[in-house]
């Protein structure tokens, strides 16, 4: 666990639930955790450097904007992981990509315009990649989408 | 794809794809950037919010950086009829970020996968074993994150 003070802990809770819409944005964060814009702006720039902050930015809802996605899980042998990910990595359409610990170890997200668009994407990859074991996986219902980490801020 | 955008709420969405600049007033930077005045930028970005377009702006961590080390996908056979209910008592486990109904293919049986985070990989398994015991799967399948070999925002409107 990283060394994190319950001021620390306040503002990761605040700006992953949302991350304030408007100009002074961290004299607002400030207000919400008990600090000045100075000190507000100062602890999110020490998180940054910290490595815990990827990124602050937009959270797009993908459905509602039309595009349809997928998620792929690829049987990749061990000597062809970096290969193989080069490939699939470029494709500006896959937004994520990781390595997991099974026979099926890489596992990637293709975002686009349409179910056709996506079945093209796919099969592109699998020509260049030759990998045959491939699982297609679109979504057909969502439970839970929630990117909050608790840090059990009081 | 996304037609029934405006412009400008296109370009807002796009300017908040990457990271917030630095400095007190992140947002007038990104206005200048996108040509337009920081009212009329913010006053979008709230419209595309209670539209639905943009779930919200807020900050994404690096899980492993932050102390989550135990971070698995898992995946579950839950027989069709079991779906629904599943998913819920799944959704309800606050170790589970994500969880999506996917469809079974011959030779993977599996229905239904969340994505969770814990500290450790014990804990992580802990979790595991107590939604298991809840829903009472077919089978389950746990794959660990090895390595992140790519992330990136939405390419939508680039």
């Known amino acids: ?154 | 794809m996304t037609t029934h955008l405006t412009d400008t709420q296109r370009a807002v969405l796009s300017h908040l794809q990457g990271d917030l600049p630095a400095g007190p007033e992140p947002y007038d930077e990104l206005a200048e950037r996108a040509g337009m005045t920081v009212e009329a930028f913010l006053a979008t970005a709230r419209g595309l919010v209670e539209a639905g377009y943009l779930r919200r702006v807020s900050a994404l961590l690096h899980h492993v950086e932050a102390g989550f080390r135990g971070n698995a996908m898992v995946a579950w056979e839950v027989p069709a009829d079991r779906v629904a209910e599943a998913g819920r008592a799944m959704a309800g486990f606050d170790a589970v970020s994500h969880c999506y109904e996917r469809p079974a293919l011959p030779g993977w049986p599996y229905t239904l996968y969340t994505m969770l985070h814990a500290r450790t990989r014990e804990d992580a398994a802990a979790v595991v074993r107590r939604i298991a015991d809840a829903v009472r799967p077919a089978s389950y399948r746990v794959l660990y994150s090895l390595r992140e070999l790519k992330k990136r925002s939405l390419p939508v409107l680039d």
Not at chain 1, 26 to 37: F, K, M, N, T
Not at chain 1, 48 to 61: A, D, T
Not at chain 1, 121 to 144: N, Q, Y
Request: charged share 25%; with cysteine.
């Open chain 1, 1 to 154: 666990m990283p060394d994190l003070d319950d001021i620390d802990r306040r503002v990761l809770d605040v700006i992953q639930a949302a991350f304030p819409l408007c100009r002074s944005p961290y004299a607002e964060l400030g207000r919400r955790v008990g600090l000045s814009a100075e000190a507000a702006m100062a602890r999110v720039q020490s998180l940054r450097e910290r490595g815990l902050i990827r990124r602050i930015g937009g959270v797009v809802n993908s459905r509602e904007l039309g595009l349809v996605g997928t998620l792929v899980g690829m049987k990749v042998p061990p000597d062809r992981i970096d290969a193989v990910a080069a490939v699939v990595n470029a494709v500006p359409n896959v937004t994520h990509n990781y390595l997991r610990e099974d026979d099926y170890d890489m596992w990637f997200t293709i975002t686009a315009a349409s179910r056709d668009d996506v079945t093209a994407i796919l099969a592109d990859i699998r020509e260049k990649t030759g990998i045959e074991d491939v699982l297609d996986l679109p979504s057909l219902r969502t439970f839970k989408i929630n990117v909050h980490l608790g840090f059990g801020a009081t």
